[in-house]
């Protein structure tokens, strides 16, 4: 077996960005996005004021999901 000393976990492809911070979860991410991508949805604005108005659910990058991983070794 070869040794996976000094080695480290590396993401090589991804779909959507990372959720925030302390979201609550799968199901209220759902939530959140729900009401983030609908103006009219009665809670548009409470997440945009936790998240900030600049969170964009959609663009992946590589480089900054590895950044996130760096202490986990192979």
């Not at 040794?3 to 960005?17: L, M, P, R």
């Not at 302390?22 to 998240?51: K, M, Q, S």
């Not at 964009?56 to 950044?67: A, H, K, L």
């Amino acid at each position: 077996m070869p040794s996976t000393e000094g080695k480290w976990i590396q993401c090589v492809a991804g779909e959507n960005a990372c959720p925030p911070e302390d979201v609550g979860g799968p199901h209220a991410y759902f939530n959140c996005l729900a009401a983030i991508r609908v103006p009219t949805h009665e809670e548009h604005h409470t997440p945009l004021e936790w998240i900030g108005d600049s969170f964009d659910p959609v663009p992946f990058r590589v480089d900054d999901i590895n950044e996130r991983p760096s202490f986990i070794k192979a």
